[in-house]
């Protein structure tokens, strides 16, 4: 073998079953040392839908809302029986999903109101979705994980801020009265709380 040469030959004897002759591999290494890369799989989430409005946020998210004294008002599990909207469902509730107001007790006229919506879609009502969204000429976006956004900031008057974040296999939204940007970004903060709250 050549002085210069830093190839080492590896002999390596593979003995098959029980008998005395075997196959002879020669296996070459170098001093290039090669490095593997695992690509590890993206993690697979699925849609759980919730039951009720006391699985829609997980208990912190809960406590955090009750810090500033906002507490579940109405919606499936909560202690009213009195329907989020007086004149119909919600976009949620008519696609078989549900929709929970929080707010802070006896002030659900003049304080800070937040509806939450979830429900699971698929290929056949999706599109339906998509287009009721945008027939609000909301703005749209994308989130890192690949859910479509339909969003607006709102104002602190009138309008409120609306973040809606679309899935695959689900629809969250968030519904925050007075709106501007510090409710939109509360909102977007929610929804990505339930996302996390239904997804297994």
């Given at each position: 073998?050549?002085?210069?040469?830093?190839?080492?030959?590896?002999?390596v004897f593979l003995l098959a079953g029980c008998g005395t002759s075997g196959n002879?591999?020669?296996?070459?290494?170098?001093?290039?040392?090669?490095?593997?890369?695992?690509?590890?799989?993206?993690?697979?989430?699925?849609?759980?839908?919730?039951?009720?409005?006391?699985?829609?946020?997980?208990?912190?998210?809960?406590a955090l809302l009750g810090n500033r004294g906002i507490e579940l008002i109405a919606?499936?599990?909560?202690?009213?029986?009195?329907?989020?909207?007086?004149?119909?469902?919600?976009?949620?509730?008519?696609?078989?999903?549900?929709?929970?107001?929080?707010?802070?007790?006896?002030?659900?006229?003049?304080?800070?109101?937040?509806?939450?919506?979830?429900?699971?879609?698929?290929?056949?009502?999706?599109?339906?979705?998509?287009?009721?969204?945008?027939?609000?000429?909301?703005?749209?976006?994308?989130?890192?994980?690949?859910?479509?956004?339909?969003w607006k900031w709102g104002d602190e008057a009138i309008v409120p801020a609306i973040?809606?974040?679309?899935?695959?296999?689900?629809?969250?939204?968030?519904?925050?009265?007075?709106?501007?940007?510090?409710?939109?970004?509360?909102?977007?903060?929610?929804?990505?709380?339930?996302?996390?709250?239904?997804?297994?």
């Amino acid at each position: 073998m050549h002085q210069g040469s830093i190839t080492l030959v590896t002999l390596v004897f593979l003995l098959a079953g029980c008998g005395t002759s075997g196959n002879l591999v020669i296996a070459e290494a170098t001093d290039e040392t090669q490095e593997t890369t695992v690509e590890e799989a993206p993690a697979v989430v699925s849609f759980s839908a919730p039951r009720d409005c006391t699985e829609i946020l997980a208990a912190n998210d809960v406590a955090l809302l009750g810090n500033r004294g906002i507490e579940l008002i109405a919606g499936p599990g909560s202690p009213s029986n009195d329907p989020i909207y007086v004149e119909g469902q919600t976009p949620e509730e008519l696609v078989g999903g549900l929709s929970c107001l929080f707010a802070v007790p006896g002030e659900v006229d003049t304080g800070v109101n937040i509806i939450l919506g979830t429900a699971g879609i698929d290929t056949s009502i999706r599109p339906t979705v998509i287009d009721e969204l945008l027939a609000q000429q909301l703005n749209v976006g994308q989130t890192p994980d690949g859910a479509l956004t339909y969003w607006k900031w709102g104002d602190e008057a009138i309008v409120p801020a609306i973040h809606n974040s679309l899935y695959g296999d689900a629809w969250y939204s968030a519904l925050i009265q007075p709106g501007g940007r510090e409710s939109y970004d509360l909102g977007v903060s929610l929804v990505q709380a339930m996302r996390a709250q239904t997804t297994q």
